[in-house]
């Protein structure tokens, strides 16, 4: 049996024996009927980046098979800001390599997440899940490379305040139970997540953990494996559903966003990648760094300023990106400094058999360590939108590797100390720093916006709408006005609770 499919915890793929990829209406109708499922949930994420639902009732063999072939209408302009209510009718369309049986619903139901399309039958050039499609598809025909991405789900978990076995503040990190309180809630995440599709590398508490008048707040994380780029976005907008849905059902508050209070650890959505052709990783050569991997470094410094219009979206995002916290804001990069912009994990290209010198029973192996190599964008946060956000980081990679001066730009940057010393000021203040508002990001956005519409990427009145938006909140001063003002903050954190 594939190794991929074999132990795969998607019941869809055990029960067909068959790759997501290779699901066809036929696998879909015959997994319906042998398991009684009694109805069909369409997915598919509006303009707020959220998980939006369309239920249908099995009536007949039919029936199923009608909206399985041609999708339902929807109300476009309900959806999205951009749509005008005269011209707003889509399609949903059901992409099958997406279905998985739903985790929470008392009724069987099988839920598929959907592309949108106009009235002439083309995919809708809006939408943020096509606009990802167009990104993945220029960068593959301009530079001969494809994308993997995963990301890093970071939360927090809000319940009444405990007294047994309290949490030591801001010390949570990889923190088991008893002291940590939500792991069950966690696992059980990782295992709908993974039986719903999702390739989980891991999940572990964080170092958010302190108290707020009489409620415990907890951090936790779960990050997933590289995978195809449309993939890893389809997989992160699936776990924060069940995150959510498992934090109802268990009565808790639930959040994504990216900052609680002043002088806590703040969630961020960190984005690993990787870069491949022929199906391999050309991240690393001879042991070291590719060129193309710092070409594509290159890239997301460029674009860096801009990409927070996608990545972080809310005026609570700026009081994340502060100067001496794991947080970057400096425009750099460098090998395992967590306080970079792209930081570059451990590296693999050691050639000490690490397993034979733990377990000396096991015989010394030849393991591609490189393989594992990934470039990891640390600003981002819960606030995405992240098909648009992963969308900008792929036009931000094929900028890169496109880039006459590439490598010159990036080893200018490239950072080897702590930046925050003062012994190393000078090298701090040659580099440029991130914006420190969603008013400033739209400047730049203003500013890069041509890079992004090129190759019709990202629609001109999409760009239009988010620099709108972003100009709304109004915060161009609202760090400096409020400081570390922890009431106003919370204020704050309360408008933007349940973001992206």
């Keep these: 049996m594939d190794n991929i499919i074999e132990m795969n915890s ?23 009927q042998d398991h009684n499922i009694e109805m069909v949930n369409y997915r598919y994420v509006g303009g707020d980046g959220r998980l939006k639902t369309l ?18 209408r929807v109300d476009g302009s309900s959806l999205f800001s951009h749509i005008e209510t005269g011209a707003s009718d889509l399609y949903v369309i059901p992409r099958y390599k997406t279905a998985f049986l739903n985790p929470f619903s008392e009724i069987p139901a ?81 295992r709908a997540i993974a039986r719903c599709g999702g390739n ?34 389809d997989q992160l907008i699936v776990a924060k559903w069940i995150l959510r849905s498992l934090a ?35 991240m690393t050569e001879n042991g070291k760094l590719s060129d193309i991997a710092k070409r594509a470094i290159a890239g997301y410094l460029v674009m860096a300023p801009s990409l927070t219009a996608f990545g972080n979206t809310n005026p609570t995002s700026y009081f994340r990106l502060v100067p001496h916290q794991e947080a970057p804001t400096n425009i750099c990069w460098g090998d395992r400094n967590r306080s970079v912009l ?25 393991y591609d360590f490189t393989q594992k190599q990934t470039v990891e964008f640390r600003c981002p946060d819960g606030s995405a939108n992240i098909y648009l956000l992963l969308a900008g980081l792929t036009v931000a990679v094929r900028h890169g590797l496109t880039m006459e001066n590439a490598l010159a730009y990036a080893q200018k940057r490239y950072v080897d100390v702590n930046i925050f010393d003062n012994k190393h000021k000078d090298k701090c203040d040659e580099l440029s720093q991130l914006p420190v508002s969603c008013f400033d990001s739209a400047d730049f ?19 239009d709408d988010i620099i709108r938006k972003l100009k709304s909140f109004d915060d161009k001063d609202l760090r400096s006005r409020l400081g570390n003002n922890k009431e106003d903050i919370l204020k704050l954190v309360d408008e933007y609770f349940h973001c992206g």
């Design 342 to 366: 792209v930081r570059v994990p451990l590296g693999w290209s050691g050639n000490h058999s690490m397993i034979h010198d733990a377990n000396p029973n096991e015989p010394e192996d030849d």
């Design 200 to 233: 989980i590398k891991y999940g572990h508490s964080e170092v958010g953990n302190f108290s707020i008048y009489d409620h415990d707040y907890e951090q936790n994380e779960i990050e997933f494996l590289p995978v195809n780029l449309e993939d890893a976005a």
């Design 445 to 463: 956005l203003t500013q890069q916006r041509n890079i992004y519409e090129e190759y019709g990427v990202f629609p001109p009145a999409m760009i």
């Design 55 to 72: 239920n249908f009732v099995i009536n007949s063999k039919k029936h199923l098979d009608s909206f399985l072939t041609a999708g339902e």
């Design 110 to 190: 099988l839920d598929i997440l959907c592309s949108f399309y106009n009235k002439d039958g083309e995919p809708m050039g809006g939408s943020p899940e096509f606009i990802l499609r167009k990104a993945h598809q220029a960068m593959k025909q301009e530079t001969g490379y494809s994308f993997e991405v995963m990301g890093e789900l970071e939360y927090y978990v809000i319940s009444p305040k405990e007294n047994l076995y309290p949490a030591t503040d801001q010390k949570g990190y990889h923190e088991s139970g008893p002291f940590a309180k939500w792991e069950n809630l966690r696992m059980e995440a990782m």
């Design 10 to 32: 998607n019941p869809l793929v055990q029960y067909l024996n068959k790759h997501p990829e290779e699901f066809t209406k036929s696998d879909l109708i015959r997994y319906i």
């Design 248 to 282: 109802y059902k268990h009565g808790v508050t639930l959040t994504f966003a990216p900052k609680i209070t002043a002088g806590k650890a703040g969630s961020g959505l960190h984005i690993h990648t990787k870069i491949i052709k022929d199906r391999k990783s050309v």
